[in-house]
Protein backbone atom coordinates (compact mmCIF):
# COMPACT_ATOMS: atom_id res chain seq x y z
CA UNK A 1 0.00 0.00 0.00
CA UNK A 2 1.50 3.48 -0.74
CA UNK A 3 2.13 5.09 2.30
CA UNK A 4 1.92 8.26 1.04
CA UNK A 5 4.25 11.17 1.24
CA UNK A 6 3.32 13.29 4.80
CA UNK A 7 5.16 16.94 5.08
CA UNK A 8 6.11 17.59 8.82
CA UNK A 9 2.90 19.98 8.98
CA UNK A 10 1.06 16.87 7.67
CA UNK A 11 -3.03 17.85 8.24
CA UNK A 12 -2.45 21.75 8.60
CA UNK A 13 -1.87 24.81 5.90
CA UNK A 14 -2.25 27.97 6.19
CA UNK A 15 -4.95 30.01 4.27
CA UNK A 16 -4.96 33.57 2.49
CA UNK A 17 -4.43 35.84 5.88
CA UNK A 18 -1.77 33.27 7.04
CA UNK A 19 -4.22 31.67 9.48
CA UNK A 20 -3.39 28.21 10.15
CA UNK A 21 -5.99 25.93 9.13
CA UNK A 22 -6.78 21.82 8.67
CA UNK A 23 -6.80 19.90 5.16
CA UNK A 24 -8.82 18.14 3.56
CA UNK A 25 -7.64 14.20 3.99
CA UNK A 26 -8.43 13.00 0.30
CA UNK A 27 -8.12 9.20 0.21
CA UNK A 28 -7.26 8.42 -4.07
CA UNK A 29 -8.94 5.12 -4.64
CA UNK A 30 -6.28 3.56 -7.84
CA UNK A 31 -8.32 1.16 -9.24
CA UNK A 32 -6.31 -1.40 -11.94
CA UNK A 33 -6.77 -4.81 -12.64
CA UNK A 34 -4.35 -6.72 -10.68
CA UNK A 35 -2.93 -9.83 -11.16
CA UNK A 36 -1.23 -13.14 -10.13
CA UNK A 37 1.30 -12.92 -7.58
CA UNK A 38 2.64 -16.36 -7.36
CA UNK A 39 1.83 -19.03 -9.98
CA UNK A 40 -1.01 -20.67 -7.49
CA UNK A 41 -2.42 -17.79 -8.05
CA UNK A 42 -2.76 -17.70 -11.85
CA UNK A 43 -6.31 -20.17 -11.84
CA UNK A 44 -7.79 -18.11 -8.75
CA UNK A 45 -7.31 -14.79 -10.74
CA UNK A 46 -8.45 -16.25 -13.68
CA UNK A 47 -11.92 -17.55 -12.10
CA UNK A 48 -12.11 -13.58 -10.41
CA UNK A 49 -11.91 -12.20 -13.78
CA UNK A 50 -14.46 -14.90 -16.09
CA UNK A 51 -17.05 -14.54 -13.27
CA UNK A 52 -17.27 -10.49 -13.19
CA UNK A 53 -20.83 -10.19 -14.62
CA UNK A 54 -19.11 -7.22 -16.76
CA UNK A 55 -16.92 -9.70 -18.60
CA UNK A 56 -19.09 -12.84 -18.76
CA UNK A 57 -22.41 -11.71 -19.90
CA UNK A 58 -24.72 -14.43 -19.37
CA UNK A 59 -27.19 -15.24 -17.20
CA UNK A 60 -26.16 -15.27 -13.70
CA UNK A 61 -27.33 -19.14 -13.21
CA UNK A 62 -24.71 -20.23 -15.69
CA UNK A 63 -21.70 -17.56 -15.03
CA UNK A 64 -20.14 -19.88 -11.91
CA UNK A 65 -19.44 -22.69 -13.82
CA UNK A 66 -19.29 -21.34 -17.23
CA UNK A 67 -16.51 -18.43 -15.98
CA UNK A 68 -14.87 -21.50 -13.93
CA UNK A 69 -14.60 -23.59 -17.11
CA UNK A 70 -13.10 -20.21 -19.52
CA UNK A 71 -10.67 -19.88 -16.39
CA UNK A 72 -9.61 -23.51 -16.49
CA UNK A 73 -9.06 -23.49 -20.11
CA UNK A 74 -7.11 -20.31 -19.76
CA UNK A 75 -5.07 -21.16 -16.97
CA UNK A 76 -1.93 -22.91 -18.99
CA UNK A 77 -1.68 -20.45 -21.74
CA UNK A 78 -2.09 -17.67 -18.73
CA UNK A 79 0.67 -19.87 -16.22
CA UNK A 80 3.05 -19.77 -19.36
CA UNK A 81 3.19 -15.82 -20.13
CA UNK A 82 3.45 -14.89 -15.94
CA UNK A 83 6.42 -17.92 -15.66
CA UNK A 84 8.09 -15.92 -18.29
CA UNK A 85 8.01 -12.87 -15.91
CA UNK A 86 9.01 -14.99 -12.98
CA UNK A 87 5.64 -16.35 -12.25
CA UNK A 88 3.90 -13.40 -10.77
CA UNK A 89 2.19 -10.42 -12.38
CA UNK A 90 4.35 -6.97 -11.89
CA UNK A 91 1.24 -4.95 -11.94
CA UNK A 92 0.87 -4.26 -8.01
CA UNK A 93 4.39 -2.98 -7.40
CA UNK A 94 4.15 -0.53 -10.85
CA UNK A 95 1.15 0.64 -9.34
CA UNK A 96 1.90 1.09 -5.58
CA UNK A 97 4.99 3.12 -7.30
CA UNK A 98 2.56 5.02 -8.89
CA UNK A 99 0.32 5.91 -5.85
CA UNK A 100 4.01 6.79 -4.02
CA UNK A 101 4.76 8.92 -7.00
CA UNK A 102 1.09 10.62 -6.92
CA UNK A 103 1.47 11.06 -3.19
CA UNK A 104 4.83 13.17 -3.16
CA UNK A 105 3.73 15.06 -6.56
CA UNK A 106 0.53 16.16 -4.38
CA UNK A 107 2.26 16.51 -0.71
CA UNK A 108 2.83 20.55 -1.18
CA UNK A 109 -0.82 20.91 -2.56
CA UNK A 110 -2.34 24.00 0.01
CA UNK A 111 -5.06 22.62 1.63
CA UNK A 112 -5.87 18.95 0.56
CA UNK A 113 -3.92 15.87 2.35
CA UNK A 114 -3.64 13.10 -0.03
CA UNK A 115 -3.07 9.56 0.37
CA UNK A 116 -3.42 6.64 -2.25
CA UNK A 117 -4.98 3.59 -1.61
CA UNK A 118 -4.68 0.45 -4.49
CA UNK A 119 -8.02 -1.38 -5.06
CA UNK A 120 -7.06 -4.12 -7.89
CA UNK A 121 -10.31 -5.72 -9.65
CA UNK A 122 -9.01 -9.34 -9.90
CA UNK A 123 -6.52 -9.97 -7.05
CA UNK A 124 -5.16 -8.84 -3.87
CA UNK A 125 -5.35 -6.14 -3.17
CA UNK A 126 -8.86 -5.80 -3.86
CA UNK A 127 -11.71 -3.00 -3.00
CA UNK A 128 -12.79 -5.25 0.45
CA UNK A 129 -9.07 -4.61 1.69
CA UNK A 130 -8.77 -0.90 0.27
CA UNK A 131 -12.25 -0.01 1.77
CA UNK A 132 -11.25 -1.05 5.35
CA UNK A 133 -7.64 0.66 5.09
CA UNK A 134 -9.45 3.67 3.77
CA UNK A 135 -11.72 3.66 6.53
CA UNK A 136 -9.33 3.31 8.97
CA UNK A 137 -7.72 6.53 7.32
CA UNK A 138 -11.02 8.16 8.05
CA UNK A 139 -10.71 10.77 4.81
CA UNK A 140 -13.09 13.81 4.58
CA UNK A 141 -13.45 12.83 0.85
CA UNK A 142 -12.78 10.32 -1.45
CA UNK A 143 -11.26 10.29 -5.05
CA UNK A 144 -11.99 7.15 -7.28
CA UNK A 145 -9.36 7.15 -10.06
CA UNK A 146 -8.86 4.51 -12.27
CA UNK A 147 -5.85 3.80 -13.93
CA UNK A 148 -7.45 2.88 -16.80
CA UNK A 149 -7.94 6.18 -19.29
CA UNK A 150 -10.18 4.92 -21.20
CA UNK A 151 -13.72 4.28 -19.97
CA UNK A 152 -15.24 0.35 -20.29
CA UNK A 153 -17.87 -1.37 -18.55
CA UNK A 154 -15.27 -4.32 -18.25
CA UNK A 155 -12.58 -2.04 -16.40
CA UNK A 156 -13.80 0.74 -14.94
CA UNK A 157 -17.24 0.18 -14.56
CA UNK A 158 -16.23 -3.27 -13.18
CA UNK A 159 -14.31 -1.59 -10.68
CA UNK A 160 -16.86 1.31 -9.30
CA UNK A 161 -19.74 -1.60 -9.40
CA UNK A 162 -16.97 -3.93 -6.95
CA UNK A 163 -16.12 -0.81 -4.82
CA UNK A 164 -19.06 0.38 -4.44
CA UNK A 165 -20.35 -3.22 -3.06
CA UNK A 166 -17.21 -3.16 -0.84
CA UNK A 167 -18.31 0.26 0.78
CA UNK A 168 -21.44 -0.95 1.48
CA UNK A 169 -19.72 -4.04 3.20
CA UNK A 170 -17.40 -2.04 5.25
CA UNK A 171 -19.75 0.79 5.97
CA UNK A 172 -17.51 3.59 4.61
CA UNK A 173 -19.91 6.57 3.59
CA UNK A 174 -17.46 9.39 2.73
CA UNK A 175 -18.26 12.04 -0.01
CA UNK A 176 -16.95 10.48 -3.23
CA UNK A 177 -16.00 12.20 -6.80
CA UNK A 178 -15.81 9.47 -9.48
CA UNK A 179 -13.21 10.42 -12.37
CA UNK A 180 -14.68 7.97 -15.20
CA UNK A 181 -11.99 8.64 -17.95
CA UNK A 182 -9.31 11.01 -19.25
CA UNK A 183 -8.57 9.70 -22.61
CA UNK A 184 -7.92 12.96 -24.30
CA UNK A 185 -6.28 14.64 -21.25
CA UNK A 186 -3.94 17.60 -22.40
CA UNK A 187 -1.23 16.51 -19.94
CA UNK A 188 -1.49 12.76 -20.28
CA UNK A 189 -1.60 12.89 -24.21
CA UNK A 190 1.64 15.21 -24.18
CA UNK A 191 3.38 13.05 -21.28
CA UNK A 192 2.46 10.23 -23.62
CA UNK A 193 3.53 11.54 -27.13
CA UNK A 194 7.32 12.52 -25.50
CA UNK A 195 7.73 8.85 -25.14
CA UNK A 196 6.44 7.94 -28.26
CA UNK A 197 8.82 10.94 -30.10
CA UNK A 198 11.86 9.63 -27.86
CA UNK A 199 11.28 6.19 -29.30
CA UNK A 200 10.23 7.12 -32.53
CA UNK A 201 13.84 8.90 -33.48
CA UNK A 202 15.77 6.29 -31.10
CA UNK A 203 13.87 3.58 -34.02
CA UNK A 204 14.53 6.56 -36.29
CA UNK A 205 18.47 6.16 -36.06
CA UNK A 206 18.23 2.63 -36.05
CA UNK A 207 17.00 1.72 -39.28
CA UNK A 208 17.90 2.83 -42.93
CA UNK A 209 17.06 6.03 -44.56
CA UNK A 210 14.70 4.05 -46.44
CA UNK A 211 12.74 2.16 -44.37
CA UNK A 212 9.70 3.47 -43.68
CA UNK A 213 8.42 3.40 -39.77
CA UNK A 214 4.67 2.99 -39.33
CA UNK A 215 3.38 3.87 -35.84
CA UNK A 216 1.25 0.82 -34.16
CA UNK A 217 -1.17 2.30 -31.09
CA UNK A 218 -2.13 -1.09 -29.81
CA UNK A 219 -4.96 -1.08 -27.39
CA UNK A 220 -6.22 -4.16 -25.14
CA UNK A 221 -8.98 -5.57 -27.53
CA UNK A 222 -12.72 -6.04 -26.42
CA UNK A 223 -15.60 -8.12 -27.98
CA UNK A 224 -17.35 -6.70 -30.26
CA UNK A 225 -20.75 -6.94 -28.89
CA UNK A 226 -19.68 -5.25 -25.83
CA UNK A 227 -18.50 -2.23 -28.18
CA UNK A 228 -21.99 -2.95 -29.96
CA UNK A 229 -24.12 -2.49 -26.45
CA UNK A 230 -23.04 0.64 -25.72
CA UNK A 231 -19.23 0.26 -24.24
CA UNK A 232 -17.61 3.74 -25.05
CA UNK A 233 -13.99 2.42 -25.11
CA UNK A 234 -13.20 2.31 -28.93
CA UNK A 235 -14.44 5.38 -29.50
CA UNK A 236 -12.26 6.60 -26.62
CA UNK A 237 -9.06 5.15 -27.56
CA UNK A 238 -9.74 6.65 -31.17
CA UNK A 239 -9.53 9.98 -29.14
CA UNK A 240 -6.28 9.04 -27.28
CA UNK A 241 -4.82 8.51 -30.44
CA UNK A 242 -5.92 11.36 -31.77
CA UNK A 243 -4.58 13.45 -28.95
CA UNK A 244 -1.04 12.02 -28.60
CA UNK A 245 -0.65 12.35 -32.41
CA UNK A 246 -1.35 16.03 -32.04
CA UNK A 247 1.38 16.51 -29.88
CA UNK A 248 3.84 14.12 -31.90
CA UNK A 249 6.08 16.05 -34.45
CA UNK A 250 6.84 13.47 -37.44
CA UNK A 251 6.16 14.56 -40.88
CA UNK A 252 4.43 12.01 -42.61
CA UNK A 253 3.59 10.10 -39.90
CA UNK A 254 2.49 6.51 -40.89
CA UNK A 255 0.20 5.21 -37.75
CA UNK A 256 -2.55 3.33 -37.15
CA UNK A 257 -4.72 1.99 -34.21
CA UNK A 258 -4.93 -1.74 -33.59
CA UNK A 259 -6.25 -4.25 -31.03
CA UNK A 260 -4.42 -7.15 -29.08
CA UNK A 261 -4.73 -9.90 -26.82
CA UNK A 262 -8.02 -11.29 -27.95
CA UNK A 263 -8.62 -14.49 -25.17
CA UNK A 264 -12.21 -15.86 -26.22
CA UNK A 265 -13.42 -17.00 -29.25
CA UNK A 266 -16.07 -14.70 -29.85
CA UNK A 267 -15.55 -11.73 -32.72
CA UNK A 268 -13.68 -8.79 -31.13
CA UNK A 269 -12.73 -5.21 -32.49
CA UNK A 270 -10.00 -5.04 -34.69
CA UNK A 271 -7.94 -4.64 -36.81
CA UNK A 272 -5.95 -6.72 -34.79
CA UNK A 273 -2.19 -5.68 -33.55
CA UNK A 274 -0.97 -9.08 -34.87
CA UNK A 275 -2.67 -8.45 -38.63
CA UNK A 276 -1.04 -4.96 -38.66
CA UNK A 277 2.49 -6.65 -37.85
CA UNK A 278 1.63 -9.14 -40.86
CA UNK A 279 0.86 -6.03 -43.11
CA UNK A 280 3.51 -4.38 -42.49
CA UNK A 281 5.94 -7.48 -42.47
CA UNK A 282 4.09 -7.66 -46.41
CA UNK A 283 4.69 -3.95 -47.06
CA UNK A 284 8.73 -4.09 -45.72
CA UNK A 285 7.52 -1.01 -43.18
CA UNK A 286 9.13 -1.21 -39.36
CA UNK A 287 7.06 -0.79 -36.50
CA UNK A 288 7.02 0.83 -33.67
CA UNK A 289 4.47 -0.23 -31.27
CA UNK A 290 3.30 1.89 -28.30
CA UNK A 291 0.21 0.34 -25.44
CA UNK A 292 -2.24 2.77 -25.72
CA UNK A 293 -4.69 1.43 -22.77
CA UNK A 294 -3.00 0.75 -20.32
CA UNK A 295 -0.21 2.77 -18.25
CA UNK A 296 1.75 0.16 -16.63
CA UNK A 297 4.25 -2.86 -18.06
CA UNK A 298 2.42 -5.86 -17.39
CA UNK A 299 1.69 -9.36 -19.34
CA UNK A 300 0.65 -8.25 -22.26
CA UNK A 301 3.23 -6.03 -22.95
CA UNK A 302 6.50 -7.21 -21.38
CA UNK A 303 5.74 -11.18 -22.85
CA UNK A 304 2.77 -10.15 -25.69
CA UNK A 305 4.64 -7.26 -27.46
CA UNK A 306 7.71 -8.58 -26.28
CA UNK A 307 8.57 -11.83 -26.48
CA UNK A 308 5.55 -13.47 -28.91
CA UNK A 309 4.53 -10.86 -31.69
CA UNK A 310 8.59 -9.87 -31.78
CA UNK A 311 9.30 -13.68 -32.45
CA UNK A 312 6.50 -13.41 -35.00
CA UNK A 313 7.81 -10.36 -36.50
CA UNK A 314 11.10 -11.66 -36.93
CA UNK A 315 9.63 -14.89 -38.70
CA UNK A 316 8.02 -13.06 -40.66
CA UNK A 317 11.38 -10.87 -41.61
CA UNK A 318 10.10 -7.64 -40.83
CA UNK A 319 13.01 -4.52 -41.01
CA UNK A 320 12.48 -3.30 -37.78
CA UNK A 321 10.35 -3.85 -34.56
CA UNK A 322 10.42 -1.02 -31.55
CA UNK A 323 8.36 -0.32 -28.91
CA UNK A 324 7.18 2.65 -26.63
CA UNK A 325 7.79 1.72 -23.41
CA UNK A 326 4.73 2.32 -20.77
CA UNK A 327 4.31 5.37 -18.70
CA UNK A 328 4.62 3.64 -15.30
CA UNK A 329 6.23 6.67 -13.13
CA UNK A 330 7.55 8.49 -15.42
CA UNK A 331 7.36 11.80 -13.90
CA UNK A 332 5.45 14.35 -16.46
CA UNK A 333 2.79 11.40 -16.69
CA UNK A 334 2.63 11.57 -13.15
CA UNK A 335 2.28 15.50 -13.05
CA UNK A 336 -0.39 14.92 -15.83
CA UNK A 337 -2.30 12.43 -12.81
CA UNK A 338 -2.14 15.40 -10.04
CA UNK A 339 -3.53 17.49 -11.96
CA UNK A 340 -6.16 14.91 -13.10
CA UNK A 341 -6.85 14.66 -9.48
CA UNK A 342 -6.98 18.08 -8.50
CA UNK A 343 -9.38 18.73 -11.38
CA UNK A 344 -11.77 16.28 -10.50
CA UNK A 345 -11.67 17.13 -7.10
CA UNK A 346 -11.95 20.86 -7.69
CA UNK A 347 -14.70 19.79 -9.81
CA UNK A 348 -17.80 19.67 -7.66
CA UNK A 349 -19.38 17.39 -9.31
CA UNK A 350 -19.71 13.33 -7.76
CA UNK A 351 -18.89 11.86 -11.23
CA UNK A 352 -16.57 13.75 -13.55
CA UNK A 353 -14.30 13.34 -16.77
CA UNK A 354 -11.05 14.71 -17.06
CA UNK A 355 -12.90 17.70 -18.76
CA UNK A 356 -15.90 18.02 -16.43
CA UNK A 357 -18.91 16.75 -18.38
CA UNK A 358 -19.77 14.12 -20.52
CA UNK A 359 -17.89 13.59 -23.49
CA UNK A 360 -18.77 10.46 -25.35
CA UNK A 361 -21.36 11.21 -28.36
CA UNK A 362 -25.03 9.53 -27.41
CA UNK A 363 -24.57 5.95 -29.14
CA UNK A 364 -22.46 5.36 -26.24
CA UNK A 365 -25.01 4.17 -23.67
CA UNK A 366 -22.74 2.82 -21.50
CA UNK A 367 -20.67 5.65 -20.72
CA UNK A 368 -21.39 6.43 -16.91
CA UNK A 369 -22.56 10.29 -17.40
CA UNK A 370 -25.57 8.80 -19.51
CA UNK A 371 -26.09 5.91 -17.27
CA UNK A 372 -26.42 8.88 -14.28
CA UNK A 373 -29.10 10.41 -16.22
CA UNK A 374 -31.50 8.12 -16.83
CA UNK A 375 -30.77 7.06 -13.01
CA UNK A 376 -31.64 10.70 -11.78
CA UNK A 377 -34.79 10.48 -14.12
CA UNK A 378 -35.77 7.41 -12.07
CA UNK A 379 -35.14 8.49 -9.02
CA UNK A 380 -37.02 12.49 -9.85
CA UNK A 381 -40.14 9.63 -10.91
CA UNK A 382 -39.92 7.70 -7.60
CA UNK A 383 -43.14 8.49 -5.49
CA UNK A 384 -41.78 10.34 -2.16
C1 LIG B 1 -13.29 -11.41 -22.03
C2 LIG B 1 -12.16 -11.23 -21.48
C3 LIG B 1 -11.46 -9.97 -21.23
C4 LIG B 1 -11.86 -8.64 -21.45
C5 LIG B 1 -13.16 -8.13 -22.01
C6 LIG B 1 -10.79 -7.82 -21.02
C7 LIG B 1 -10.78 -6.43 -21.07
C8 LIG B 1 -9.70 -5.64 -20.70
N1 LIG B 1 -8.54 -6.02 -20.06
C9 LIG B 1 -7.69 -4.95 -19.93
C10 LIG B 1 -6.40 -4.95 -19.39
C11 LIG B 1 -5.69 -6.10 -18.98
N2 LIG B 1 -6.12 -7.38 -19.06
C12 LIG B 1 -5.12 -8.21 -18.58
C13 LIG B 1 -5.13 -9.56 -18.48
C14 LIG B 1 -6.20 -10.35 -18.89
N3 LIG B 1 -7.35 -9.95 -19.50
C15 LIG B 1 -8.14 -11.04 -19.74
C16 LIG B 1 -9.41 -11.06 -20.32
C17 LIG B 1 -10.15 -9.93 -20.68
N4 LIG B 1 -9.80 -8.62 -20.58
C18 LIG B 1 -7.42 -12.18 -19.26
C19 LIG B 1 -7.91 -13.60 -19.33
C20 LIG B 1 -6.22 -11.75 -18.72
C21 LIG B 1 -5.18 -12.60 -18.01
C22 LIG B 1 -3.93 -12.83 -18.76
C23 LIG B 1 -4.06 -13.90 -19.79
O1 LIG B 1 -4.88 -14.79 -19.66
O2 LIG B 1 -3.28 -13.83 -20.74
C24 LIG B 1 -4.01 -7.42 -18.17
C25 LIG B 1 -2.68 -7.94 -17.64
C26 LIG B 1 -2.57 -8.01 -16.16
C27 LIG B 1 -1.22 -8.51 -15.72
O3 LIG B 1 -1.20 -9.15 -14.71
O4 LIG B 1 -0.18 -8.29 -16.31
C28 LIG B 1 -4.37 -6.11 -18.42
C29 LIG B 1 -3.54 -4.91 -18.16
C30 LIG B 1 -8.35 -3.84 -20.51
C31 LIG B 1 -7.77 -2.45 -20.59
C32 LIG B 1 -9.60 -4.27 -20.98
C33 LIG B 1 -10.71 -3.56 -21.64
C34 LIG B 1 -10.79 -2.38 -22.03
FE1 LIG C 1 -7.82 -8.03 -20.11
FE1 LIG D 1 -18.29 8.96 -21.34
Redesign the pocket.
Known sequence: MPEGTRGLDSGAGRDMCGQAMTKRRVAIVLFN????DRSESVRP??VN??TDPA??RVPGFIRPWLGRLIAWR?TK??ME??AVLGGK???LELTEEQGRALDAAMAHDPDIEVRSFVAMRYWHPMSDEAAHAVKDWAPDEVLLFPL?P?F?T??TGSSIAAWDEACRKAGLSVPTTTLCCWHSDGGFAAATARLVQDSFEKARAELPADVKLRILFS?????ES?VNAGDP?QWQVEQTVASVVKHLDIPDMDHIVCYQ?R??PQKWIGPSTEDEIERAAEEKVAILICPI??V?E???TLVELDVEYREEADHLGIPGYFRVPAQNSDPAFIAALADLARGALGSGRSLCSFAGGRQCPKQHRDCPHAKARVEARVAVKEPA
Do not use: D, K, M
Request: overall charge neutral.
Open positions: LGGPFLLFILRPANYSPLYQSTTAHGLPIYSVTAFSHSE
